[in-house]
């Protein structure tokens, strides 16, 4: 039997961080665009998707089901597009994705 130490609220935050970033690298690869995140936005993701007894294995789960689904919504509808700086926010209890900056277009 292997016995794990429970994670810590940081280390759960630092989690979150990592899969941030594997989703924000993805969409700057693919999209162009840059994706930023508050703290707020973290620690609340942190919180939510920690279980004690599953320990951080349901983040990337809540993640897909919050961050990836708001993004995809905004990107399909034309609010945030390719070259835009998106930042994914906490508001009112729930995460949202705003546009920081609209890529500068050149005729």
């Known amino acids: 039997i292997v016995v794990f130490k429970a994670l810590q609220p940081e280390q759960v935050k630092g989690i ?8 924000a690298d993805r969409v700057n690869k693919q999209l162009e665009i840059k994706l930023t995140w508050t703290d ?8 939510a ?5 599953f320990g951080a294995r349901p983040l990337k789960r809540l ?3 919050t961050v990836e689904n708001v993004l995809s919504k905004k990107i399909i509808s034309g609010e945030i597009s390719n070259g835009d700086v ?3 926010v906490l508001r009112n209890g729930d995460v949202d994705v705003d546009v920081v900056k609209k890529a500068e277009v050149v005729d």
Do not use: C, M, R
């Open 63 to 65: 993640i897909v089901h």
């Open 86 to 88: 998106a930042e994914i």
């Open 40 to 47: 707020e936005a973290v620690a609340y993701l942190a919180k």
């Open 16 to 23: 979150v961080g990592l899969i941030l970033k594997e989703l």
């Open 49 to 53: 998707g920690f279980d004690p007894a």
